[in-house]
């Protein structure tokens, strides 16, 4: 077997990065605006999920960075706590006890989330990025980018927001860049050349130099159409490395001691663990090598993330899907594409700031749109409602809980619901008893016996008529529960007093003595 060296992939990784690191800016930006902190916090936090927590994790997809999921919670505690320092102190103690959290085992947690919620959450997402971005495809940039809450720091909701942006904030220079660059965009996945340079040359950065030129021609021919600074990328500018250094915040330890910051760091630390957690198991489903990221070692990344974010002025950083999904859709092969887009965020904030303020907000909506498409294909719809009510009905209402509140809440609705369907699958009839009329019954065990299956199983053998040969079958379990073994026990004890003959049969008999003391008699086959 050939052995695959490290970064062997690096032909598809580096345009992937690119991809990648082109959705991400406006998203680190979008999402510090929306928390209430400063933009350059967004792109640190950026910057460390890339390059720290890519080179720590063991995910060859996931990328991490600031999370929209947690601005409400962010938000909160900036308001709540002294100081801007004192929520980076926060941060880097959520980040510890993330590494605690992950010697303790508890990536396990996401083996039992459900696969349609798993799906509910990326389409939910994906409809989202949709909805969220259409205002800036055409000119209204009144709401972060970054901003995934039904309820908008504008005073508007998702779906008025669209409604208020036609009538009152038509532009027509943003319409013209966003539609061009979808219409390209969507070619360019149906018709890039599968041979020759060109396959690894990614559509997102052909669109954005393009809307840059574009926008620039504007200026000169039509300044009507001409976008200005206000619905352009806005990144600090510093000047020289020392400016840039300046931009560099530092945790004030003097509130160690403060019961606030802790109770943030503990909030922060177990929502931003779930959510990467959630987020890596739905980028594994995603990945088409069906490769499965250790969960454990995911979280210490997370944590050692988080640990150096908030040490150096960045906001709290998960795995997020939005830049995942993107990073598969261009093709990455490794963790050198995640890698490589923080890098790429960290030289362009350090030596082009001023490049990067000439794109239009208009064009990285086109590209977000066109990522939000395909998490949300109709086509998914379609197979969850083929898969039956089980999965169709969780699925769609971890869509619309998503969509009508926000990430966290959605997700729980989400879980609540598809824990709902497993627990009524659990009540549905456990035991068949067949009676033969001459005297034979047969109780048999379709699955494991626990707790909840008592009442069934006490109705079946009350049903044994006095006088009868009772056979009970438990060769299709592997596990009964102690409360069920009892109940057996009980009517064993009491079967001569009925004149009951009984026999049990199954592995879990001779594996839960004393199960059976009743004499074993050959009994009529049933």
């Known amino acids: 077997m050939t052995k695959v060296l490290p970064f062997s992939g690096w032909k598809q990784d580096l345009p992937a990065s690119i991809v990648v690191a082109l959705v991400a800016l406006p998203l680190c930006l979008g999402v510090a605006l929306a928390s209430g902190a400063p933009l350059f916090s967004g792109l640190i936090a950026g910057i460390v999920g890339g390059i720290v927590v890519g080179f720590l994790s063991k995910s060859p997809l996931s990328v991490s960075g600031p999370a929209a999921g947690l601005t409400t919670i962010v938000f909160a505690a900036i308001e709540r706590l002294p100081s801007f320092e004192a929520f980076l102190l926060a941060v880097a103690l959520a980040g510890i006890l993330q590494m605690i959290f992950s010697l303790s085992r508890g990536g396990v947690l996401a083996e039992f989330v459900p696969s349609s919620v798993i799906t509910g959450m990326l389409a939910a997402i994906g409809l989202i990025l949709i909805l969220k971005q259409i205002p800036h495809a055409i000119g209204y940039d009144g709401d972060p980018g970054g901003d995934f809450s039904f309820a908008q720091v504008d005073g508007f909701n998702t779906i008025s927001a669209i409604f208020y942006s036609f009538a009152t904030h038509l532009t027509a220079g943003a319409l013209i860049i966003s539609a061009a660059s979808m219409a390209f965009l969507f070619w360019w996945d149906a018709k890039r050349p599968k041979d020759g340079p060109l396959k690894l040359l990614p559509g997102p950065l052909v669109v954005v130099v393009g809307a840059v030129a574009l926008n620039a021609l504007f200026g000169v021919i039509a300044p009507g159409l001409y976008l200005r600074a206000e619905h352009l990328v806005q990144v600090p500018i510093a000047e020289g490395l020392g400016g840039f250094l300046r931009l560099f915040t530092f945790p004030d330890f003097g509130q160690i001691g403060n019961s606030a910051v802790w109770t943030v760091a503990v909030t922060l630390a177990i929502v931003a663990s779930l959510e990467s957690l959630l987020s890596v198991k739905a980028v594994d489903e995603l990945d088409t090598r069906r490769r499965t990221t250790d969960k454990n070692r995911e979280l210490f990344a997370q944590g050692s993330g988080n640990l150096i974010s908030g040490l150096i002025g960045g906001l709290p950083v998960t795995s997020v899907i939005v830049r995942s999904s993107a990073n598969v859709d261009a093709g990455a092969n490794s963790k050198l594409s995640t890698m490589l887009h923080g890098s790429w965020l960290l030289l362009s904030v350090l030596l082009i700031p001023f490049l990067l303020n000439l794109i239009p907000l208009a064009v990285l909506a086109a590209v977000l749109i066109q990522t939000g498409y395909k998490l949300t ?87 044994v008529p006095e006088g009868s040969n009772l ?44 199960l059976i003391n009743a004499p074993r008699r050959e009994l009529v086959h049933i």
């Open 377 to 463: 294909k109709p086509s998914l719809y379609a197979k969850r409602w083929k898969q039956g009510l089980t999965q169709f009905v969780p699925f769609v209402a971890t869509v619309a809980a998503i969509l009508f509140t926000d990430l966290l809440v959605g997700i729980a609705i989400g879980l609540a619901i598809g824990f709902m369907f497993v627990i009524a699958r659990n009540f549905r009839p456990a035991l068949v008893l067949v009676d033969d009329g001459r005297g034979n019954v047969m109780i048999r065990a379709r699955r494991n016996l626990y707790f909840i299956h008592k009442y069934e199983l006490q109705k079946c053998l009350n049903a």
């Open 471 to 514: 056979l009970i079958d438990l060769s299709g379990t592997s596990y009964v529960d102690l409360d069920n073994i009892d109940i057996i026990n009980a009517f064993v004890r009491g079967a001569d007093f009925k004149d009951i003959r009984v026999l049990v049969r199954g592995d879990i008999a001779e594996r839960s003595a004393p």
